[in-house]
């Protein structure tokens, strides 16, 4: 793997953001997945405004890609992003998010997301 040096204050601001226990979910969820706001909605208990804000800063940041599919967008990693790099070792300490995403599909509120 390829060593690169990451600016102080990208690293930085990266690492705020991921100071944020519902934007570490976020992000873990979209660890292996991509996801649309209404499964955020389901998994964190928290309101579409308030999911929508967190995303907005991870968006902006350019830590999280959209893709318009139908009437949903759906959120994916940036793995293109300078800093992905700590957020991939950030995310290989934490619990894996996985479970979550199954237990919605087990009660058919992934597939609402569906084109």
């Known amino acids: 793997m390829e060593k690169t040096i990451i600016e102080l204050e990208q690293a930085a601001q990266t690492l705020k953001l991921l100071g944020d226990k519902t934007r570490l979910t976020i992000l873990g969820l979209l660890k292996d997945n991509e996801c649309c706001v209404?499964?955020?909605?389901?998994?964190?208990?928290?309101?579409q405004p308030s999911i929508s804000q967190h995303l907005r800063k991870l968006r902006d940041a350019g830590l999280v890609k959209e893709q318009r599919k139908g009437q949903w967008i759906f959120y994916s990693l940036n793995t293109s992003h300078?800093?992905?790099?700590?957020?991939?070792?950030?995310?290989?300490?934490?619990p894996d998010q996985?479970?979550?995403?199954?237990?919605l599909e087990k009660a058919g509120l992934r597939i609402q997301c569906d084109m």
């Open 38 to 47: 209404c499964e955020f909605v389901e998994v964190l208990q928290m309101s």
């Open 82 to 94: 300078e800093t992905y790099p700590i957020i991939q070792q950030v995310l290989d300490q934490i």
């Open 98 to 103: 996985k479970e979550k995403l199954t237990a």
